[in-house]
């Protein structure tokens, strides 16, 4: 059984820090980049940041570049969202999803196509 599941949401302070964690398994791990992903009331769904397992190449959104950091640990089979200097703009719900590793992009991860597998999401909320 597939199974992706995020986890390290919470509530925090403008200017604070979250770790994201996306604890896999079922499928092949290295095989493939995984996404995190974000959607906040209202708004539709957007990738922000994007890991190649295999060979560590990361992406980010522009709207959190310089401020998140995506990172693997192929022996736990488990991805990390680092977010530094939230913002109440950050606030929103965190997925993470097997990406086939062709579309290991910001922009290609968006299509639902490339998104093999989702996990449910943990809040994350800011305040001003």
């Known amino acids: 059984e597939v199974q992706l599941q995020a986890s390290g949401g919470g509530l925090v302070q403008a200017g604070g820090s979250l770790r994201l964690s996306c604890a896999t398994s079922?499928?092949?791990?290295?095989?493939?980049?995984i996404g995190w992903f974000r959607q906040a009331p209202g708004k539709k769904r957007e990738g922000i940041a994007c890991v190649s397992v295999r060979d560590g190449r990361t992406e980010y959104a522009d709207s959190v570049k310089g401020r998140f950091t995506i990172s693997s640990d192929s022996a736990k089979s488990t991805v990390f969202l680092q977010m530094n200097s939230l913002k109440p703009e950050d606030t929103a719900a965190y997925y993470c999803a097997a990406i086939r590793p062709e579309a290991a992009t910001i922009e290609a991860m968006q299509h639902p196509w490339f998104q093999d597998y989702w996990g449910k999401g943990t809040l994350v909320t800011v305040s001003s």
């Open positions: 079922g499928f092949s791990f290295g095989d493939y980049a």
